[in-house]
């Protein structure tokens, strides 16, 4: 088997870099897409359904694609810091990949409300890690603030680069199912992935890679969904911190790419967010953190829709690990605590 290269290298020719750009890359992209038959037989019809799962990215989600894009352009442009708001895991590949490339990373993150294993990231990797007393919106805000008014990249879904890089999800459907899917199931939170996936999948579509292109379905959860009900939220509210945004910067792309794609946004709550992370757990040993799971659900939710003979993916942006509280304190497991350690005691336990 060849040495997979990095999404930069893999895709050159498909994305804005150039000989003299540094490609700062961890080996990004080329995560598996795996065939979830339990959640296809809750639809039925001869329904297929696969999961892309991002989480096996290099920092375990998707925005390390976006992330090798927008420190290799930056490091081109001879910047030496660049700034993020996060609700985690965009800190995490920020800092990672900044600190490849020899540059300081700043991330703002909402004070209480990153988990657990996206903060430890974002320490390990050597970022400077700056907790707000306020949610992702406003540190987002105040990011944008920051480098209009300092020599500091900004590297959130604004910059553009991010959104190059993330479009490479897309091609890598395409070359794996040979066509688009029919569905393309995504949870958003600032909406910056369902708009690179619209951009990858037309690109390739109009190169003629793909006779299709998909229905973009996106989903939010309920207490934070700006996007289904056309609205801001000023304190949103779900167990998938991730997504837990209530102003989105992509709103207008992300709407546009629902119309042009006969596509829906829809929202989960979390009891159905959580029922399809445990799902996903539990009978398909695929194990990823709740706003990735949101795109089961919103699946699972609009299964009367999905035609016959549908193929669906849905995007696992995150990994499971990411979020170990969630996982601890939901799940459905026998777990055993206190035991006398004795073979009797263990038997008996077992059912022997
Ligand atoms: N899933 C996960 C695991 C995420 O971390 C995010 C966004 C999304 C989905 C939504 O993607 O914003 O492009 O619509 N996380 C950002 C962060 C906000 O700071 O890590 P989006």
């Known amino acids: 088997m060849q040495d ?14 150039s000989d003299s750009t540094p490609v700062v890359t961890l080996r990004e992209g080329a995560t598996p897409l795996i065939p979830v038959p339990s959640i296809a037989e809750r639809i039925g019809k001869g329904v297929k359904v696969y999961v892309k799962y991002d989480g096996l990215n290099p920092t375990g989600s998707f925005k390390d694609r976006g992330m090798t894009m927008a420190i290799s352009k930056a490091k081109e442009a001879g910047c030496e810091a660049v700034i993020c708001a996060s609700t985690g895991n965009t800190s995490a590949a920020a800092a990672a990949y900044a600190r490849r490339a020899g540059m300081r990373a700043f991330v703002l993150i909402p004070d209480g409300y990153v988990a657990q294993g996206k903060l430890a990231q974002a320490l390990v990797y050597g970022a400077e890690v700056l907790a707000i007393r306020g949610n992702f919106d406003r540190a987002l805000d ?18 553009p680069y991010r959104l190059q890089g993330q ?6 459907l395409i070359d794996a199912l040979g066509d688009a899917p029919d569905w393309l199931c995504i949870p958003m939170g600032n909406a910056g992935n369902i708009t690179a996936y619209w951009m990858g999948f037309q690109e390739y579509h109009q190169a003629g890679r793909s006779r299709t292109l998909p229905r973009m379905m996106g989903f939010q959860a309920s207490g934070s969904a700006p996007l289904v009900n056309e609205t801001t939220v000023t304190d949103p509210e779900t167990i998938a911190t991730a997504i837990r945004i209530g102003n989105p910067v992509n ?3 992300a709407i546009a790419a629902r119309a042009a794609s006969n596509g829906a946004f ?21 194990f990823c953190e709740p706003a990735s799971a949101a795109s089961v659900a919103g699946l699972l939710k609009r299964k009367d829709e999905v035609p016959a003979g549908a193929t669906v993916v ?5 990994n499971g690990l990411k979020d170990p509280d969630c996982a601890i304190n939901n799940n459905d497991a026998a777990f055993h605590t206190d035991l006398n ?4 005691t263990v038997a008996k336990v077992m059912g022997f």
């Open 266 to 286: 829809l929202d989960v709550t979390d009891a159905e967010i959580i029922q399809a992370y445990k799902l996903l757990g539990g009978e398909e040993g695929v």
């Open 4 to 17: 997979w290269p990095g999404l930069i290298e893999a895709y050159r020719t498909w994305l804005p870099v």
């Open 314 to 318: 849905c995007v696992l942006t995150g």
């Open 251 to 253: 709103r207008e792309k």
């Open 167 to 172: 479009k490479t999800a897309a091609f890598e």
């Open 142 to 159: 105040i990011v944008r603030e920051v480098s209009d008014q300092y020599p500091v990249t900004l590297v959130n879904s604004v910059n």
């Open 341 to 344: 350690p004795d073979l009797g």
